[in-house]
């Protein structure tokens, strides 16, 4: 036994398996665990569109919804700026309707929380007797478990709110979701009231919606309006007009001047494919990060009412004691705070990255009325940038081919 066991002289105790940490998560980590599963619902709920409601025409349109995105011509150039440009209209627009989404409507509400008001609103006027007789009961219930069992105080009153609650949700469905998802579109237009003080734009009317539209409005002109004038006039002259008279004010153009009639039937392929390339490289970074921000604004809308819809009924549990309330703030309170901090600084980021495409195409505009004319200049700036660099890299004593007396040293 021995010669199998061996000797127990050296053995010692085995060291106790160390413990798993599970102390607390810290507050990054549980709202990014929050945000996530927003992302997962919301993802979800726009897959299956459970009762999406059909919006309908717009009463009073704007000018990218109005504006005749279309180039003439023939020829491969042409047919390439045409895509070109449609493209960026595309990108244009998308990123404009996200950010006019977050604005005026909580996109998970719309999709889920007004269908399902309405649905337990149908239920509710259906089972009104039902519902009246078992509130009744529950509240005679807790009457008698007070009388006879005598419990604590905490947990009746406990018992007695979500009662209420319960009640007040069904019989006021629609009211308990509107309220549930109003901060997520005041929490914008309030970045958007922040945005138009500190750096107001010199537009009449106030409000969210008003400044939202003279800064979305710019930004279209910006970066569809203008180059679509270009390649069908040779200058900005169509990017400020209304979009129903540009049509009318065209055709003056053409009648009037040689230049303008060349450019819009399509003579001028080269150049409208130069413009027509630069403007949907101008506008993709700012549509791309438009549409990130407005996405991470919809997570944040979407965990905020997840947050104020269960909070009606959480908030009852903070008068149980002291570890329910630690575990509210912890779980609830500080979720729902941060959540607000999340969608004000995406709204804020996408309302400066707007102020900054701007900004960006108004230092830009003289460069590129210059290249509107001719693309020689492009490239002849290119060729002489090569050349230069080619020169750099060979250094300044060493002839073209590289051979000099050190290179013959080393052969031999």
């Excluded at 060291?15 to 599970?22: E, H, K, N």
Aim: glycine share 10%; with cysteine; proline share 6%.
């Amino acid at each position: 036994m021995r010669s199998r066991v061996g000797l127990t002289d050296g053995a010692t105790r085995i060291p106790a398996a160390v413990p798993l940490d599970r102390g607390q998560v810290r507050f990054r980590s549980l709202l990014f665990r929050y945000l996530a599963v927003g992302f997962i619902l919301l993802a979800t709920v726009v897959v299956a569109s459970p009762g999406a409601p059909d919006a309908g025409a717009d009463p009073d349109p704007w000018d990218y919804q109005r504006e005749q995105v279309d180039v003439q011509g023939s020829g491969a150039l042409n047919a390439y700026a045409r895509t070109a440009v449609r493209a960026t209209a595309w990108l244009a627009k998308s990123s404009i309707e996200r950010q006019r989404d977050v604005l005026r409507l909580n996109l998970f509400d719309v999709l889920v929380g007004d269908g399902a008001a309405q649905s337990v609103g149908g239920w509710r006027a259906g089972h009104a007797d039902l519902l009246e007789a078992a509130t009744k009961a529950a509240l005679l219930g807790l009457i008698a478990w007070g009388v006879v069992r005598r419990p604590a105080w905490r947990s009746l009153t406990v018992a007695a709110l979500l009662l209420l609650v319960a009640t007040v949700v069904v019989t006021r469905p629609q009211t308990t979701v509107e309220a549930a998802a109003r901060p997520g579109t005041v929490v914008p237009s309030a970045m958007l009231a922040v945005v138009t003080r500190v750096a107001p734009d010199g537009g009449g009317q106030g409000g969210a919606e008003p400044t939202q539209r003279r800064l979305l409005t710019g930004y279209w002109r910006s970066y569809v309006g203008n180059p679509l004038s270009r390649m069908q006039t040779g200058t900005a002259v169509l990017a400020d007009a209304p979009p129903g008279k540009k049509a009318g004010v065209l055709a003056a153009l053409r009648k009037n001047v040689s230049a303008v009639n060349d450019w819009a039937v399509g003579h001028r392929g080269p150049e409208r494919a130069f413009i027509a390339t630069s403007a949907l490289g101008y506008v993709l970074p700012f549509a791309v990060g438009l549409g990130a921000l407005a996405m991470v604004a919809a997570c944040a809308q979407t965990l905020l009412f997840l947050l104020c819809l269960g909070g009606l009924f959480a908030w009852p549990l903070a008068v149980a004691g002291r570890r329910q309330r630690r575990a509210l703030v912890r779980f609830l309170l500080a979720p729902l705070l941060g959540s607000v901090a999340v969608l004000a600084g995406a709204s804020l980021l996408s309302f400066v990255v707007v102020r900054a495409a701007e900004t960006l195409h108004a230092s830009d505009e003289y460069v590129g009325l210059l290249l509107a004319g001719s693309t020689w200049p492009a490239l002849a700036a290119f060729l002489i940038g090569r050349w230069l660099t080619r020169r750099r890299r060979q250094g300044p004593g060493l002839p073209p081919d590289g051979q000099g007396p050190f290179a013959s040293a080393q052969r031999s």
